[in-house]
């Protein structure tokens, strides 16, 4: 019974075979390498390993270590005993010590080994088998015979008294052998149909796995991406904001110097002032006439004080820049978009400059984030046709303004100009907005903007040729701002393709800025607005402008 009990020792828990090729885990047991490995394989992604006997867990898989002295073991365990005791019946007649058997006798009930089957009988009533413990359910139970047929009615094994007076007389009836054979046959059969469905779930279930690892890769591979792509946000939101803070800064120290040099000059004037208080009081209490007549005459020191060249000089001080300001923080959107970032955002108001005004709906979507500085969307202008002069060509989306020498023809109406100039139908009475322009195909043109009131008659009614509109003019390779008629050429060095024209209504500021390489300011008009406000276009020769957007 000891062999017993080490041959038992030597059976897989996965498999209940003798072990091949076996290894051993960190927790010490051991299994085949096939099985343990087939059984790890199920435990990727569970995030755990677990070993099936002691369910120990590691979080990597383990290693698997070759047993040697198990493999030792098992090599010599088959060739050290019969084929006989492996089935762990032993021979009856034995009884000094375990000998195994090696055929079983249905008519004795008894197990023999090689020894006692040489003396046991050969008759053809003892009918041997091999080694088996139920021998019992070898003979009938009601007649105590062998079992030889099998009733194919009943789907029962019988012996040959049941076939000739028992209850199965009469029946279809078989020999052991060939009933047996003709139901390992179906068995075959059905092992042959479970076999090719193992190999199909088995392809299932490699397909499965190289699906999960090809998801596993490709989700490894966007959390890379996203990363990377935050962290480049990041450093772009870094630089933006230092950008901004730069911008700010300098402006605050350009409008603080000025004040300063103000603050100086008055501090001066105030020193002076004393001076000649201090000097008229002494005149004041002198008692001597004639000094007091002498001294020059005083009237005219309180127009010393300039109060209207004083409140110029403070306006011209201007203040903080926010167009410029708002212009760079508008890179933002080109960063990242749909991300509360802190920032008044203004999407687009659309603004519909349709041939017929009649009806034309207007809508400001703002979504508010409490701040003083804000980015806003573009927005949208469409050209009105019905102020359009009849040297100026309209595009079909009404996008494009171009410069003809083809006289239009288009009917005469008050709105219309008998100048090179179109604007939009919708006005700006609030609000900031700012609406872009491409001017590379022009050497002529005038950006701006301008009151309902500017008129549709002569010269006088040109964007910047009165009081009633502002405007960036560039004619050949210069450039200029132009109100009231009043021209000041802006620097040589302007090189662009694109303007950018910016209102904030409330402020009464109207500031225009190139957009180069990096934007550029140009001019800031500062006026108080009483009027709504039209965008404003005027080409000229073969002139060509389209609206952005």
Not at 96 to 123: G, I, T, Y
Not at 148 to 160: L, M
Not at 490 to 506: A, G, K, M, Q, T
Request: glycine share 6%; net charge negative.
């Amino acid at each position: 019974m000891a062999s017993a009990d080490v041959r038992q020792e030597l059976d897989c828990s996965i498999c209940l075979s003798i072990y091949t090729d076996p290894v051993t885990l960190r927790c010490g047991h051991n299994f085949c390498r096939v099985c343990i490995d087939r059984v790890l394989d199920t435990q990727e992604g569970a995030g755990a390993y677990t070993c099936p006997e002691c369910r120990a867990e590691c979080q990597e898989r383990p290693a698997l270590q070759r047993n040697i002295t198990l493999c030792n073991i098992v090599g010599s365990f088959p060739s050290t005993r019969p084929d006989q005791e492996e089935t762990g019946i032993f021979c009856t007649y034995c009884v000094d010590s375990p000998v195994p058997a090696a055929k079983s006798c249905l008519l004795c009930e008894a197990s023999l080994c090689d020894k006692h089957l040489r003396v046991h009988s050969k008759s053809p009533e003892h009918v041997l088998c091999d080694p088996t413990t139920a021998l019992g359910n070898r003979k009938c139970s009601v007649h105590k015979k062998v079992l030889e047929y099998y009733c194919t009615e009943d789907a029962a094994c019988i012996c040959v008294s049941c076939c000739l007076i028992g209850v199965h007389r009469g029946h279809q009836v078989e020999s052991l052998d060939e009933a047996s054979e003709k139901k390992k046959e179906k068995l075959r059969n059905v092992l042959q149909k479970l076999t090719t469905k193992r190999a199909e779930t088995e392809k299932k279930v490699q397909s499965l796995q190289e699906c999960r690892r090809g998801h596993q890769e490709k989700a490894a591979g966007e959390t890379e991406t996203v990363t990377a792509l935050f962290k480049d946000i990041k450093r772009q939101l870094e630089d933006l904001e230092k950008r901004v803070l730069i911008e700010i800064s300098r402006q605050e120290q350009r409008v603080s110097l000025s004040v300063s040099d103000l603050i100086q000059q008055l501090e001066i004037k105030k020193d002076e002032l004393s001076r000649m208080m201090h000097h008229i009081e002494e005149l004041c209490n002198m008692s001597d006439p004639v000094t007091v007549l002498k001294e020059p005459d005083t009237g005219d020191l309180c127009d010393t004080e300039d109060t209207e060249g004083h409140d110029n000089q403070v306006r011209g001080l201007g203040d903080l820049d926010v167009g410029l300001i708002s212009g760079t923080l508008h890179t933002l959107s080109d960063i990242i978009t749909g991300i509360n970032i802190g920032i008044y955002v203004q999407e687009a108001a659309d603004v519909l400059l349709d041939v017929d005004t009649a009806g034309d709906t207007e809508s400001d979507i703002i979504t508010s984030i409490n701040t003083g500085i804000y980015v806003q969307e573009a927005t949208d202008i469409l050209l009105d046709i019905t102020t359009a002069g009849n040297n100026v060509q309209i595009s079909g989306d009404r996008k494009t303004a171009s410069g003809t020498d083809i006289n239009q023809y288009r009917p005469v109406t008050p709105e219309r100009f008998q100048c090179n100039q179109v604007i939009s139908t919708r006005t700006f009475s609030s609000g900031r907005h700012y609406w872009e322009v491409d001017v590379s195909k022009s050497v002529y043109w005038r950006v701006g903007m301008c009151y309902p009131s500017i008129g549709g008659r002569g010269r006088d009614s040109l964007v910047g040729n009165n009081n009633k509109s502002w405007c960036l003019c560039r004619n050949n390779n210069q450039y200029f701002e132009i109100h009231e008629r009043i021209q000041t050429q802006l620097p040589d060095n302007i090189r662009c393709d694109r303007v950018r024209v910016y209102l904030d209504y409330e402020a009464g500021q109207m500031s225009f800025y190139a957009l180069c390489d990096r934007i550029r300011h140009l001019h800031t008009y500062t006026a108080t607005f009483t009027e709504p406000l039209h965008a404003a276009l005027g080409v000229w020769g073969r002139a060509c402008i389209t609206i952005s957007g």
